[in-house]
């Protein structure tokens, strides 16, 4: 069973189309991540989730919108593709706590052409 | 002072040999720092962590060297093997806050 399951593994879109990124945990976490990781392997947190609730806003384009229906899940939808959002997207999840370990999905990659 | 600064970016070790990754931060207030290893196409995965009440911290071949007046604290992968080839993360976090502050990522490569 994966842990963090993030679908689709590959998206590749035209400029200006809309798109979203689906991500499931089964591990009973509290908290969502999204994380994007650009060509340099740079990782940057984009927002994060607790309890449905959002926590974490950093400074991304209105074009990025997260959703959380449930603990469960949280989705990302992109507006407007441009050229400089093709990336690794990564889902993470963690328990709140002390250490927070952060489990990660395995990545989809969006290229915009 | 939320950065935390990587190096070096790349690094190329003979199997066999010591690999050293280092990293340093500026937020005092940071207290606890992960380590991630991410292979290709896969996702980072938690390697090994420390808090600054230790010095060291030690998982088979891997262990965290801390130095908390210096605010750095260091990977060394011991007798390292060409499985290990991965770009490898060092992270800060404060304890009961949701945010990592990832380094730059350094990618190991182990010759044969």
């Known amino acids: 069973d994966t842990a963090v399951s993030q679908t689709p593994k590959y998206l590749v879109t035209q400029m200006g189309n809309d798109k979203s990124i689906k991500c499931e945990q089964n591990?009973?976490?509290?908290?969502m991540y999204w994380y994007k990781q650009d060509s340099k392997k740079f990782l940057k947190i984009m927002f994060s989730?607790?309890?449905?609730?959002?926590?974490i806003n950093e400074t991304v384009p209105n074009r990025f919108s997260p959703k959380s229906p449930d603990k469960a899940h949280l989705n990302l939808h992109i507006n407007s593709l441009e050229l400089g959002d093709s990336a690794v997207y990564f889902c993470?999840?963690?328990?709140?706590?002390?250490?927070?370990?952060?489990?990660f999905g395995a990545g989809t990659r969006l290229s915009v052409l | 002072q939320q950065q935390v600064k990587q190096s070096p970016q790349s690094l190329i070790v003979q199997k066999g040999g010591i690999s050293i990754i280092n990293c340093a931060y500026e937020?005092?207030?940071?207290?606890?720092f992960p380590w991630y290893q991410q292979f290709p196409g896969k996702g980072p995965a938690l390697l090994i962590a420390?808090?600054?009440?230790?010095s060291e911290k030690k998982e088979g071949r891997f262990t965290i060297s801390f130095n908390k007046s210096a605010k750095q604290f260091s990977l060394h992968i011991m007798d390292s093997q060409p499985g290990d080839s991965a770009t490898y993360f060092c992270?800060?976090?404060?304890?009961?806050?949701?945010?990592?502050?990832f380094g730059t990522g350094t990618r190991l490569k182990v010759l044969a």
């Open positions: 989730y607790n309890n449905k609730e959002l926590i």
């Open positions: 420390i808090r600054p009440d230790v």
């Open positions: 591990l009973g976490h509290d908290t």
């Open positions: 993470a999840s963690s328990y709140r706590g002390e250490t927070n370990i952060q489990y």
């Open positions: 937020n005092t207030a940071f207290d606890y």
């Open positions: 992270a800060a976090s404060i304890r009961g806050t949701y945010k990592y502050i």
